[in-house]
């Protein structure tokens, strides 16, 4: 697993890294699932 640090924009928005877009075959127009609990997960799938 890996982890990698990204920063909150002014309009609270975060980029996907690139290692993460290619692992998960992320795609413009895709939906991630975010996760609240003990801290931030974020899944792909709709």
């Given at each position: 697993m890996s982890q990698v640090s990204v920063k909150v924009g002014s309009r609270y928005q975060i980029a996907v890294p690139r290692i993460?877009?290619?692992?998960?075959n992320i795609q413009r127009g895709d939906r991630l699932l975010v996760d609240?609990?003990?801290?931030?997960?974020?899944?792909?799938?709709?």
């Open positions: 993460a877009r290619e692992r998960l609240v609990q003990d801290g931030l997960s974020a899944t792909t799938g709709d």
